[in-house]
């Protein structure tokens, strides 16, 4: 039994330097500017990683940075065997997710999704699209002028399509689910939690009590019919039947909601940007992007307990960094089949969980993006989607891509390029001040939002009672902002 092989100090100097760096946006700028990927932070994390995955013949390392000791696997393969090894022997605690400045976020823990068939059989493609249609084409109203959808706009009416999905109609209004959801997986391996994720749990029990036919709910609520699917055979996991309903349920809608909002705008950016992975339907774009710009491109296991792999021992008190976004090198290129890193085995750590050993949850979330990049691109009547911004080259894909950077235009059926200037006291006049009135109640609408997530609100129900009050302002704010919107539209017709 051998024990991890420690790198050297300049290699743990210099990914701590790349670390630390990302703290300072300024930091790589002249680099981007220059296109020199491999000299920019990210490009130095994942250069030291290719280093030491060529000098330690792949085996895992232990890395030592200002931020923590962690035990890296260097393939993609040695991570997923690591981590089910560690899984097998109840030796991990919930993970977290590491950003690429180091910061810690909490993520909402895993918990197995009880379903009595594989995802593609329980939510076919008929059934999703049915659900998602109505609220996309809501969403496709809140267009601008340009025919863009600005992130603003983007992520509330995704959110909501995920509550629609998995917890049903009803829950599509229940903006403050979301936000209590969020507020529980920030507090994650903390005192909060207990507290924050019961609050979750006893507002999702309406909707599995009385589950929406359509919804994700109603496979949770039903009775399990015949032997629950083999953990092999659905690689999603452990079999059906571990844990309460409500726990799954959350634990669905949070991963649905990061996929919903954030890795089907990816892909549909890469798709519009001509990436030649992307071309082959929306599978593989959304594949592309969960492999590109994995949500969770690097979680922090802890080891609560030694347990050994492939005659390596890995005593309590380790922290796993399980990071296969972050082993890719900035030398990789779109498409390019020998440069990038293997695709994780079936049963692997998802990107979109922190698992170490899959989640059905993320197979239904990645089914739900891929139903929202079929809608725009495929079922939407309209032109394809077009990247306004940021440029991207089809052949020099960043190393990230930030969701919140991203405006796609998606043009409706006939529309034209540009409107005539409208005449002083005819309807169409007014449809600039009625836009410019909705921008107003949009910047509102987030200024209330970042009051409400201010942590003077915290310990006390007082100031969680203040906090959901300031979010259904909030709420009703850039709801008015879409209906004014929409009239500027008709007005301008």
């Known amino acids: 039994m051998t024990t991890p092989a420690a790198a050297l100090p300049l290699e743990n100097a210099v990914f701590s330097a790349a670390l630390l760096a990302r703290r300072l946006p300024w930091s790589d700028a002249p680099a981007r500017a220059l296109g020199l990927d491999s000299l920019t932070c990210e490009g130095a994390a994942r250069g030291v990683l290719a280093h030491l995955r060529r000098s330690r013949s792949g085996r895992p390392v232990r890395l030592r940075t200002p931020l923590g000791s962690f035990l890296v696997p260097l393939k993609p393969a040695d991570t997923a065997g690591l981590l089910a090894a560690g899984a097998a022997a109840d030796a991990l605690a919930p993970a977290v997710r590491l950003d690429e400045a180091g910061r810690r976020h909490g993520l909402h823990p895993h918990h197995p999704l009880p379903l009595p068939a594989p995802p593609e059989d329980v939510l076919p493609e008929a059934a999703l699209a049915g659900p998602l249609a109505g609220e996309l084409r809501r969403l496709a109203s809140a267009r601008r002028d340009d025919q863009a959808l600005t992130w ?116 549909l950016a890469l798709t519009a940007a001509g990436v030649p992975a992307a071309a082959g339907g929306p599978a593989a774009a959304v594949a592309l992007a969960l492999d590109r710009f994995p949500p969770v491109g690097a979680a922090v296991h802890p080891v609560r307990s030694r347990f050994s792999w492939e005659g390596l021992a890995v005593d309590a008190g380790t922290e796993i960094l399980a990071a296969p976004g972050w082993l890719r090198s900035a030398t990789d290129h779109a498409g390019g089949a020998g440069a990038e890193p293997g695709p994780l085995p079936g049963g692997g750590p998802s990107p979109l969980c922190g698992s170490p050993t899959g989640c059905a949850a993320a197979a239904v979330a990645v089914r739900v993006a891929e139903a929202v990049v079929r809608f725009f691109t495929e079922d939407a009547e309209g032109a394809r989607p077009a990247l306004l911004a940021p440029a991207l080259s089809p052949d020099r894909m960043p190393l990230t891509l930030d969701p919140r950077t991203l405006l796609l235009a998606f043009p409706a059926a006939g529309a034209p390029a540009a409107a005539p200037p409208a005449r002083a006291g005819t309807p169409a006049s007014y449809a600039a001040p009625a836009r410019a009135a909705a921008g107003r109640l949009d910047r509102h609408a987030r200024s209330l939002a970042a009051c409400a997530a201010d942590a003077g609100w915290d310990g006390s129900e007082t100031g969680e009672r203040f906090r959901m009050r300031l979010l259904e302002h909030a709420d009703r704010c850039t709801r008015a902002a879409s209906d004014i919107r929409e009239a500027a539209r008709r007005l301008a017709d």
């Open 152 to 267: 603003e706009a983007w992520r509330p009416g995704l959110l909501r399509a995920a509550r629609r999905v998995v917890a049903g109609a009803a829950a599509a209004e229940d903006t403050l689910l979301g936000e209590m959801l969020r507020r529980a997986a920030e507090a994650a391996g903390s005192h909060a939690y207990e507290s924050r994720a019961a609050a979750v749990h006893r507002r999702l029990a309406p909707y599995l009590a009385d589950p929406d036919p359509d919804s994700l709910a109603a496979v949770l609520a039903r009775p399990a019919a015949g032997p629950a699917v083999p953990a092999a055979r659905a690689e999603h996991g452990p079999p059906a039947g571990a844990g309460r309903p409500e726990e799954a349920l959350a634990h669905a809608l949070a991963v649905v909601s990061e996929a919903a909002a954030t890795t089907a705008l990816q892909a």
